[in-house]
Antibody, heavy 113, light 107 residues
Framework: EVQLVESGGGLVQPGSPLKLSCAAS????????LNWIRQAPGKGLEWVAS????????YYPDTVKGRFVVSKDNAKNTGYLQMNNLRSEDTAMYYC??????WGQGVMVTVSS | DIVMTQSPTSMSISVGDRVTMNCKAS??????VDWYQQKTGQSPKLLIY???NRYTGVPDRFTGSGSGTDFTFTISNMQAEDLAVYYC?????????FGGGTKLELK
């Protein structure tokens, strides 16, 4: 059974960093892309990062480019989203996903002073 | 960036209704559109991929069509368990972009 479990969320102050993890199981992690998608409270879905199977290529929207870094450790079957210089508008539920089918349950990130 | 304009934003429907929603891409995205269902408190669930392909186990009352810039998602016989927000997403190019969602509510 494919599982994706996010962790690392919480309440942080504006300008702080935070690193999310996505533990994967039930499939060959090293052969698959990994996406991060977020959803602000009461709002729609926003894609925030993608990484290719071997980690050599990454993609971001302009809203997070230069602040967020996506990575994956294929030996540990774990993906990461390093978020730096967090802003209040980054407050959201963050999902990792093996596109297009499998999504985790999400982890909440709140940026507030 | 490709803008996905989804309409309507909400619909009041009855069980048994035929429900149709649309997504219009600001550029040609070929058939690279997926449709997701999100129920309250849950993560999104893939229903349709590549515009018209029903994912494994998805009931056949859910269908998708379209190519290029215009896409349609239809529920042929609305069931109570279909109450949710539905999103389209283009996977033709980066950045990936979602439509704003269509919320289905009971009349």
């Amino acid at each position: 059974e494919v599982q994706l479990v996010e962790s690392g969320g919480g309440l942080v102050q504006p300008g702080s960093p935070l690193k999310l993890s996505c533990a994967a199981s039930g499939f060959t992690f090293s052969s698959n892309w990994l996406n991060w998608i977020r959803q602000a409270p009461g709002k729609g879905l926003e894609w925030v990062a993608s990484i290719n199977p071997d980690g050599s290529s990454t993609y971001y929207p302009d809203t997070v480019k230069g602040r967020f870094v996506v990575s994956k450790d294929n030996a540990k079957n774990t993906g990461y989203l390093q978020m730096n210089n967090l802003r209040s508008e980054d407050t959201a539920m963050y999902y990792c996903a093996r596109p297009p089918v499998y999504w985790g349950q999400g982890v909440m990130v709140t940026v507030s002073s | 960036d490709i803008v996905m304009t989804q309409s309507p934003t909400s619909m009041s429907i009855s069980v048994g209704d035929r429900v149709t929603m649309n997504c219009k891409a600001s550029q040609n995205v070929g058939s690279n559109v997926d449709w997701y269902q999100q129920k309250t408190g849950q993560s999104p669930k893939l229903l349709i991929y590549k515009a018209s392909n029903r994912y494994t186990g998805v009931p056949d009352r859910f269908t998708g069509s379209g190519s290029g810039t215009d896409f349609t998602f239809t529920i042929s016989n609305m069931q109570a368990e279909d109450l949710a927000v539905y999103y389209c997403m283009q996977s033709n190019s980066y950045p990936r972009t979602f439509g704003g969602g269509t919320k289905l509510e009971l009349k």
